[in-house]
């Protein structure tokens, strides 16, 4: 599978990375999804302390024992989970620092190659966030760090004021937003960015009519129920190249975009994503097809 390079890091990612939220508690069952994930040529992991209480940091901890070497591992903080399971967004210096040792801990490793940031407002203390993160750098527990956020007016902040090498951000054919204000902008700074959710909670995948039905009733974004309805269907125009495949071709059309990442609950899951490295590349005329079955939407809020 193809590498990008992540922003001006000396990171090599995989153009499609394993989201491990997914995974379940189920160890056997996560093992050998990462196992096949990693046989397929990913090697980008992407975790958070958050999911399933550290649990899942664990799980990704224990398979991939052995495997260190071979593998970008991400993972994020400043979401402060409290003894009754609730949580509060927490980028102080201070719950950083202390966290990263308890994703160590549970990741069965010394260092972390991408920390990032889980979220954020424009009314955090960003230097005093930036501060945790180089002080980690320095001190060889992280090698690189990220935002992970859909906020143009945080992104351009953590743009001017810090050394990040990557954005975590949603992005797809059905959340073209990025595309107006934020992926030229990264692009011009060597940051790269990981697209998350590229197949629309399952309304872009293989499944899509079904994952519509279910998910889509209420319109998503500025998408009617209706209009979510005849994206799918005109993706099967598209044939035969699937539309779990297309989704993924067209966040990584641009050059700014460096790996996206998909979650996996089984090895079918798996399997349908790792379909996009046996088709023909995209043509600037498939994706010009594609923008226009879709709607331009924009930032409303958060500029």
């Not at 992540?6 to 990375?17: H, I, K, R, T």
């Not at 490793?109 to 980690?136: K, M, N, V």
């Not at 269907?233 to 989704?247: E, N, R, V």
């Amino acid at each position: 599978m193809k590498k990008n390079r992540l922003g001006s890091s000396d990171l090599f990612v995989s153009e499609l990375a394993l989201g491990c939220m997914s995974l379940g508690t189920d160890e056997n069952k996560a093992k050998e999804i990462i196992d096949r994930a990693l046989y397929s040529g990913i090697n980008y992991l992407d975790t958070a302390d958050l999911y399933d209480k550290g649990q899942n940091e664990a799980i990704v901890g224990n398979a991939i024992k052995g495997k260190r070497e071979q593998i970008v591992l991400a993972t994020k903080v400043g979401n402060h989970l409290k003894e009754d399971g609730s949580w509060f967004f927490d980028p102080s210096k201070n719950y950083i620092k202390k966290q990263v040792k308890e994703s160590l801990r549970r990741l069965k490793t010394d260092y972390i190659d991408l920390y990032q940031l889980h979220g954020g407002t424009i009314e955090d203390p960003i230097d005093e966030t930036i501060d945790a993160f180089e002080d980690l750098k320095k001190e060889g527990l992280i090698r690189y760090y990220g935002i992970s956020s859909i906020r143009p007016n945080v992104i351009r902040e953590y743009v001017e004021r810090s050394n990040i090498v990557s954005v975590m951000m949603q992005y797809s054919l059905l959340d073209r937003r990025p595309e107006e204000e934020v992926l030229d902008l990264l692009s011009e700074n060597n940051i790269s960015v990981v697209s998350r959710g590229p197949v629309a909670k399952g309304m872009l995948s293989d499944k899509s009519n079904e994952k519509v039905e279910q998910k889509g009733k209420d319109g998503y974004l500025d998408y009617s129920y209706d209009k979510l309805l005849s994206v799918s269907k005109q993706l099967d125009t598209f044939s035969p190249t699937s539309k779990t495949t297309l989704a993924l071709q067209y966040v990584l059309q641009h050059p700014a975009v460096a790996s996206a990442v998909f979650g996996a609950s089984s090895l079918e899951q798996l399997n349908s994503n790792l379909n996009y490295d046996k088709a023909e590349p995209l043509s600037q005329k498939k994706f010009d097809q594609l923008k226009k079955i879709s709607l331009p939407i924009k930032y409303d809020k958060h500029r």
